[in-house]
């Protein structure tokens, strides 16, 4: 309903990791409804470049897995981007086996973003020990390859077998069947409050003895649970590095505004990337 209103206003357009069928995709009309228009972008640099220039009202882009970890990518766009965080998207994600061939035993390669073989390796393992592993850009991607090709097959979800016409081989092979991954909508600003609210946050401090345990502190001390912790190089300097934080709260909560000052004064750098409605899996 929300999104067919605002549709109404202005269409919106909606910026994924493409091509068609990806679970990005799926993620973004999960967020947006279907009454937008979706469009597919090759990396996760050109959502961003096409929601900075306006082309795009918002972007999605996957962040980590519940299985596999951090998606860097994204998190990297953020140390130079202007955007900010306007939202998350968590999916379960479901892996599977396709192809044109009629079984198994005659799939001689499989394609799949690293992320998804990486997610389906024990499976692999035992059913297919020896097919060739071919990572590429998007499960999407893969599906399209293993259309061309009989002995091919592609892992991905089920929306790619039915754009690419392939057939299930092997239904949830996903070796986690909790299997889940979240997803970030980015976009100029953030929501105001929902109340059930996450900060993301970019800080960094200096390397020496207790510099992470005081620029931590204003959350104990503010009483503010943090979620969430990731380093990533600052690109700055050699074994230089800034940290990825997500916390409980909103920017305009009054706790959480006052830990954000005490921040300002204890860190090199402190960025809010945004604040946004926690989301429901």
């Known amino acids: 309903i929300m999104s067919a209103c605002l549709a109404l206003e202005k269409p919106l357009t909606v910026g994924y ?18 009454s937008v228009r979706t469009q597919p972008f090759a990396t996760i640099g050109d959502i961003f470049r096409e929601v900075e220039a306006g082309s795009c009202d918002f972007g999605v882009g996957p962040v980590e897995n519940s299985t596999e970890g951090v998606v860097s990518h994204t998190l990297d766009m953020f140390m130079q981007s202007p955007l ?55 499960n999407a991607e893969a599906a399209k390859r293993a ?20 057939r299930m081989l092997a239904h949830c092979i996903e070796d986690e069947p909790g299997n889940t991954t979240r997803f970030l909508v980015i976009g100029p600003e953030d929501p105001p409050p929902s109340g059930c609210d996450k900060t993301s946050m970019l800080l960094s401090c200096r390397n020496e003895a207790g510099a ?4 931590l502190s204003p959350f104990a001390d503010n009483g503010i649970s943090m979620t969430r912790i990731e380093s990533r190089p600052s690109r700055q300097g050699v074994w230089d590095y800034v940290f990825f934080v997500d916390i409980c709260g ?32």
């Open 84 to 138: 900010r965080i306007a939202g998350e998207v968590t999916l379960r994600i479901h892996h599977h086996l396709l192809s044109r061939a009629t079984e198994i035993g005659a799939v001689r390669r499989v394609y799949s973003h690293q992320q998804s073989l990486a997610q389906c390796r024990g499976w692999l393992d035992r059913h297919l020990p020896n097919a060739e592993r071919v990572p590429v850009g998007s």
């Open 147 to 166: 259309s061309r090709a009989g002995d091919s097959a592609a892992v991905a979800g089920e929306a790619a077998a039915e754009i690419y016409d392939l």
């Open 212 to 215: 992470l345990h005081r620029l």
């Open 250 to 281: 909103h920017r305009a909560d009054t706790s959480v505004s006052a830990a954000i000052q005490d921040l300002k004064g204890a860190a090199n750098l402190c960025k809010v990337l945004g604040s946004y409605p926690e989301a429901v899996l």
């Open 17 to 34: 990791l493409g091509p068609e069928g990806t679970f990005t995709q799926a993620a973004a009309l999960k967020q947006f409804g279907h």
